[in-house]
């Protein structure tokens, strides 16, 4: 079983910065791909940021050129650093992996972004 644990989600302003974390535990034996997807009300779950094993990223093109997405592996944790916040990144943010063709989600963490 593997558990993905996402922190660092809360309310900031527009123009703000936070960053998000999610730590990995269970039956892990490699470095997975994982990922940032998000889901604003009355939306579909979208992907931010993608990041595979060996460290190469994908973006969204909503969110290039102000989000980054890293992974330290010897802590089993991703990282989601988001500058330049608007008002429509509001949504509840999941970590995502896939590890032996099952793809895993945390329980997500609201970003609120609003004056």
């Known amino acids: 079983q593997v558990q993905l644990v996402e922190s660092g989600g809360g309310l900031v302003q527009p123009g703000g910065s936070l960053r998000l974390s999610c730590a990995a535990s269970?039956?892990?034996?490699?470095?997975?791909?994982m990922g940032w997807y998000r889901q604003a009300p009355g939306k579909q779950r979208e992907l931010v940021a993608g990041?595979?094993?060996?460290?190469?990223?994908n973006y969204a093109d909503s969110v290039k050129d102000r989000f980054t997405i890293s992974r330290d592996n010897a802590k089993r944790t991703v990282y989601l650093q988001m500058n330049s916040l608007i008002p429509e990144d509001t949504a509840v943010y999941y970590c995502?992996?896939?590890?032996?063709?099952?793809?895993?989600w945390g329980r997500g963490a609201q970003v609120t972004v609003s004056a």
């Open positions: 995502n992996a896939v590890i032996t063709f099952i793809t895993y």
């Open positions: 269970g039956r892990i034996f490699s470095n997975p791909a």
């Open positions: 990041i595979s094993g060996d460290g190469r990223a």
